[in-house]
């Protein structure tokens, strides 16, 4: 079972950065893919990015340019970087993980508890 942990949302003004933190454990995690999801209010829940195990990623096409997420094996944890922040990305953001890409990107493996991100001035 893994058990994941996210941390760094805030609010933050347009145009400014956060870097969201997702710390994984119960498992060998260099063996796991990671993906942050977000929900807005009213929304679905939606892919934002993954990240594999060879350290390759892919985005939606509304954070491209703008996010980066990233791996350290070493620490456990993957790390989104979000910057030029939009008040359209205020959302809770959610960490999944699975051994199993597909897994990732169909929403199907563990979850985090969530971390509130806001875009306001």
């Known amino acids: 079972q893994v058990h994941l942990v996210e941390s760094g949302g805030g609010l933050v003004q347009p145009g400014g950065s956060l870097r969201l933190s997702c710390a994984a454990s119960g498992t060998i995690f260099s063996i796991i893919h990671m993906g942050w999801y977000r929900q807005a209010p009213g929304k679905s829940r939606e892919l934002v990015a993954v990240?594999?195990?060879?350290?390759?990623?892919n985005y939606a096409d509304s954070v491209k340019g703008r996010f980066t997420l990233s791996r350290d094996n070493a620490k456990n944890t993957v790390y989104l970087q979000m910057n030029s922040l939009k008040p359209e990305d205020t959302a809770v953001y959610y960490c999944n993980a699975d051994e199993r890409l597909v897994t990732v990107v169909g929403g199907g493996g563990s979850w985090g508890q969530g971390t509130q991100v806001a875009v306001s001035s």
């Open positions: 990240i594999t195990t060879d350290g390759s990623t």
